[in-house]
């Protein structure tokens, strides 16, 4: 899986457990997240191509969850 889509899975993954945990209704979601409720039914049936990572981290942090990313160096095999 290329690694912009593992990020977004992930961050979507955790917006839709913040729903669920927080027994939001979608309507609910929608006014945290600051979004439409059509673009949280998007969201809670994981059309991933429809979010952007931006988008994503800013619904989060609406919602009062801090992001942090980590990037580390990946060795690549010699004679590449």
Do not use: Y
Not at 38 to 66: T, Y
Request: some cysteine.
């Amino acid at each position: 899986m290329p690694e912009h889509l593992r990020i977004r899975s992930e961050l979507m993954g955790v917006a839709c457990k913040i729903i669920v945990d927080r027994h939001w209704t979608q309507e609910r979601a929608a006014i945290t997240f600051g979004v439409t409720q059509p673009r949280v039914s998007n969201h809670v049936r994981r059309k991933l191509h429809l979010f952007s990572i931006d988008g994503l981290i800013e619904m989060l942090n609406r919602a009062g969850v801090h992001v942090e990313m980590n990037v580390s160096h990946i060795a690549r095999a010699r004679g590449r």
